[in-house]
């Protein structure tokens, strides 16, 4: 008959003991073993038939089945990622919006003058309090300062009117009216929301980082018109040429 062998079980000092019975069907062979890691002691006993029996404890007989067994007093815990804040994303930089607008460089006193800025989603690789990471990046708001006192905030950066499909000087999400002549320092702000991924899923970081970007002035000029008798290419040196 085939070896039984029995499970191995922990005592209360973080040893582990096994045992092992073979029956061949004339003499049954028992074999047992203590240990904690490495070593161990065995004994062997051996009923046969006619009623006696004999007990070798010096050296008993290897059973004929393997358990194998491990340490019970290791504790074999895998250390979760941290958690992590907009605070610990102090390293990690998305890059500078671009931002532009139309007429370039210039608008119109009481007209409407479009302003637009692009940025996009990025994921950087790091270290996060001795992890390694990838954090992601993506855009969420826009807000826009018009440089005379005013801000607009939209969800997108805004296009040219020839990508809206719009006329010249009409309203955009992101376009704006100057009531004075002047030049004017336009720059937007973007909002970005932020993800962390340990090497599995990706974890949202509550809270935004943002990303500013200037150095577009408008040039804003008042536009007059008036009846006149040839155009300036006829007439060069006529009113308002």
């Not at 890691?37 to 046969?48: D, H, I, L, M």
């Not at 930089?93 to 990025?122: C, H, K, L």
């Not at 929301?193 to 990706?202: D, K, Y």
């Amino acid at each position: 008959m085939s070896p039984v062998p029995t499970s191995a079980q922990c005592n209360d000092v973080g040893t582990w003991t096994s045992t092992c019975i073979e029956n061949t069907g004339t003499e049954v062979n028992v074999g047992a073993s203590t240990g904690s890691g490495g070593g161990g002691s065995q004994a062997g006993v051996t009923p046969r038939g006619g009623g006696s029996e004999s007990v070798d404890v010096a050296e008993a007989a290897e059973p004929d089945c393997v358990v194998e067994l491990g340490r019970c007093d290791i504790d074999y815990q895998v250390e979760a990622p941290p958690e992590v804040t907009i605070e610990d994303l102090a390293s990690f930089r998305p890059a500078t919006p671009r931002i532009g607008g139309e007429p370039a460089g210039f608008g119109v006193v009481g007209m409407p003058t479009n302003v637009y800025a692009s940025a996009g989603a990025q994921e950087i690789p790091g270290e996060i309090l001795g992890w390694d990471v990838v954090v992601r990046f993506e855009p969420a708001a826009y807000v826009f300062s018009y440089g005379d006192g005013t801000t607009g905030r939209s969800a997108s950066g805004g296009a040219s009117w020839s990508v809206l499909g719009q006329p010249q000087f009409t309203p955009t999400a992101t376009s704006h009216v100057y009531a004075q002549r002047g030049v004017y320092p336009v720059s937007v702000t973007v909002e970005y929301t932020a993800a962390v991924t340990f090497g599995s899923t990706w974890r949202s970081v509550p809270g935004v980082v943002t990303s500013s970007a200037g150095g577009y002035e408008v040039d804003v000029r008042e536009v007059r018109t008036a009846l006149v008798d040839r155009t300036c290419l006829e007439d060069p040196a006529g009113p308002g040429c």
